[in-house]
């Protein structure tokens, strides 16, 4: 008959309440837990354990039977068990919620872990040595950010699918351009950080493209060629354009014709060449006959502070071909993010821009203007000196009528005298100290020429080093990486160049392209062929980009700066890395692990005129990627572009002083300006969304 659970013995009523029953059954089980309350000395607080081997007698079965009456009562009398087991598991589950010492030391040893991972911390001596206003300046932004991630941009983790209006903050840059410009307050903040020095700058990339456009409409003899007859709207899609400043008496061809002659690389042929090129105003008109109604830009473009993208302030209002023209020299949202894009298109159309943008500036009057109109934007950005990379390549520029060359020594002349007049015109005004060092000038060379030819251009390096030694610092290989040469392919020249410079004291340390590339082959198909190898063994004093430098393990320690070594220092640039697709977006970017790792790095723009960036957008980037990042780790990046730069210990020494002093007005500048919007250290909602309605449109 069935066991009925009620029916225990005198014998049995001090035994724990489930553990005959579960003997009864034939059950074995190595240990079971009760509460306190049915404990021998009747301690409610005791937790006892009975083990399963306990001399407690069986009761006799009342059936001679070997098997219960019922496998119905077995399966009941089962469950019973079940359920009286569970019951004590949920109370010694609570009973071990209680605060325990084992509770104290997991809340103290996660304190600790926390607390040894500060104190290795890469902007550690930035936030210790902060002042109050500079902590209550970094409350702010850091509450700011967080409100623009939730409010401004919207995409807060949900189940629901989020809206037309809804962005992702540190998401596509081109994508939430607008909406950071018009709206985000950390991108005002960002305008106005002191940023330190720009280390990383190709040399026709600073200024908008309508700057130049503009300029060019003063050339009569500025002209353009094709690479294919424009003949119907896809031709104006598919070619590739190239400027020059030529002799007024140059032969003119007709580009919208089907006869003309600049087909694929025809411009390759000394020959054809000659019969190439069109006048850029001629252009201009045809292209309104040839294509009317397009391209026709329907307001002007303005180039202010509020949008820091030129160095004046004023509405440029372009012609339909200029306008197109302009779409061949800046990246589009399409072009970057199309789905279809790939790494090597990407690089093939920014290799076209740049093409493009070349004729535009390198000739003799935009040059000498475009030093001074430079250093005026970087100015507008917060940014006290640079070091700018032109590809020299190239031995001449022409002069204004097309009919002189101008040398590579002249152009550093003229370099060297605009930065002087700027200089001057600066000390003049009692603003000297926003860009008192002036530039220098990385020589960079293609990686992709023939050795016979690297020789020659390291010779051509080391002639103007010694004829221009405070303006010259530094040599480098550029290129996309995916492309032949890796940098060790050139060791004997690169070595030799070394040596040379050794010998004749000359200081010029390499600053090599490095580690901007997914692939990360040095355009071949070996690891082993990695420029980040070569840039440790030729003890490079920075790298550009270093993208792909988490992948190496070893090489990190060679990079990392510590009480003994400097390190390398990497020279980031992550817009540029998102537009070329080596990642998504900002959050992607491994800035935050190199960083993490100990590695110096610098904020860079690289090529703001294709990218459409500035070192505003760069630092904002920066700090919406991560929630870790403060304005204390601006700091340290500003503070290590000096550290790092090219610059004389004397004239870093000055430069730390003015950045200090620049830095703690822009503390106060940030306190000054935001605070309001606080009510202590919580958002004050209304306040806050007033504040963030859109900026009139433009």
């Known amino acids: 008959m069935p066991v009925d659970p009620k029916s225990t013995t005198s014998s049995e009523s001090n035994k724990p309440r489930g553990q005959g029953w579960l003997a009864k059954c034939g059950l074995v089980i190595p240990a079971l837990s009760v509460r306190g309350r049915d404990a021998p000395d009747g301690d409610p607080n005791k937790l006892v354990m009975y083990p399963a081997d306990s001399k407690e007698k069986k009761r006799k079965r009342t059936s001679k039977s070997p098997m219960p009456a019922s496998r119905t009562a077995v399966r009941m009398q089962e469950k019973r068990d079940v359920e009286i087991e569970q019951s004590e598991a949920k109370d010694a589950f609570d009973l071990a919620l209680q605060p325990s010492e084992v509770h104290a030391r997991y809340t103290s040893n996660r304190a600790q872990l926390l607390h040894d991972e500060n104190a290795i911390s890469w902007d550690l001596s930035a936030r210790q040595s902060a002042s109050p206003l500079e902590r209550r300046a970094a409350l702010i932004v850091r509450v700011l950010r967080e409100y623009e ?20 903050m540190g998401g596509q840059f081109l994508t939430n351009k607008h909406r950071i410009e018009k709206r985000s307050k950390i991108f005002e903040i960002s305008k106005q950080v002191p940023k330190g020095a720009l280390l990383h700058l190709h040399f026709n990339a600073e200024l908008h493209p309508e ?25 104006l899609e598919l070619t590739e354009m190239v400027f020059n400043v030529m002799p007024d008496d140059t032969y003119e061809a007709d580009i919208f014709s089907p006869q003309y002659e600049g087909e694929g690389e025809n411009f390759r042929d000394p020959k054809i060449l000659p019969r190439l090129w069109m006048r850029w105003t001629t252009f201009q008109s045809e292209f309104l006959r040839h294509f009317p109604g397009l391209y026709v830009q329907k307001r002007a473009a303005t180039l202010n502070s509020t949008v820091p993208n030129s ?12 306008n197109w ?15 279809s894009q790939t790494v090597n298109g990407v690089w093939a159309r920014f290799n076209q821009a740049t093409r493009c943008f070349k004729g535009l500036l390198n000739y003799e009057k935009v040059y000498k203007w475009y030093i001074s109109s430079a250093i005026d934007r ?51 005004q009692g603003m000297g100290h926003l860009f008192p060092f002036g530039l220098k000038i990385v020589y960079c ?55 040379t410079c050794e010998e004749k004291g000359l200081d010029l340390p390499f600053m090599f392209h490095a580690g901007e590339t997914l692939l990360d082959t040095g355009g071949s198909t070996e690891p082993g062929n990695s420029n980040l190898y070569d840039s440790v063994l030729l003890e490079s004093k920075r790298i550009g980009h270093g993208f792909s430098l988490m ?47 100990g590695i110096p790095c610098t904020i860079n723009s690289d090529n ?5 960036n500035s070192m505003s957008h760069e630092f904002y980037q920066v700090m919406v990627g991560s929630p870790a990042i403060s304005i204390h780790s601006w700091k340290q990046l500003a503070l290590w572009s000096l550290e790092y730069s090219c610059l004389s210990e004397s004239d870093k020494a000055k430069g730390y002083e003015i950045f200090n002093k620049a830095w703690e007005d822009f503390c106060y500048w940030v306190v000054e300006t935001y605070d309001g919007l606080f009510d202590g250290d919580s958002l004050n909602e209304a306040r806050t969304a007033e504040a963030f309605r859109p900026h009139e449109e433009a």
Request: with cysteine; aromatic share 6%.
């Open 608 to 612: 703001p005129s294709l990218f459409s």
């Open 378 to 428: 970087m100015i507008e950005e917060k940014v006290m000196y640079a070091e700018l990379r032109p590809m020299l390549l190239d031995k001449f520029i022409p002069s204004t009528d097309g009919r002189a060359k101008i040398d590579n020594a002249a152009q550093m002349q003229m370099i060297i005298d605009g930065v002087k007049a700027k200089k001057d015109q600066l000390e003049s």
């Open 551 to 597: 992948k190496h393990p070893h090489l990190i320690e060679r990079f990392r700066k510590t009480e003994t070594s400097k390190g390398i220092c990497v020279e980031l640039c992550p817009i540029s890395n998102e537009l070329l697709h080596l990642c998504r977006n900002v959050k992607e970017h491994p800035y935050t692990e190199l960083l993490a790792a």
């Open 149 to 168: 991630r939730a409010v401004l941009f919207g995409n807060i983790p949900s189940e629901k699918i989020p809206g037309p209006e809804t962005l992702d």
């Open 211 to 235: 700057r130049l456009l503009e300029e060019a409409r003063s050339m009569p003899n500025m002209f353009i060629r094709s690479i294919r007859p424009l003949l119907k709207p896809e031709d």
């Open 325 to 339: 023209i302009k779409k061949k020299m800046v990246l589009s949202e399409e072009e970057a993010y199309a789905l």
């Open 445 to 499: 060379t293609p990686r992709s020429i023939p050795k016979f030819m690297m020789r020659n251009e390291m010779k051509h390096c080391i002639d103007l080093k010694i004829q221009f030694p405070d303006l010259i610092c530094g040599f480098d290989l550029v290129g996309a990486e995916d492309r032949p040469n890796h940098i060790g392919f050139y060791y004997e020249e690169l070595v030799a160049l070394k040596k």
């Open 311 to 322: 160095s004046e302030q004023a509405k440029v209002k372009l012609e339909p071909a200029e």
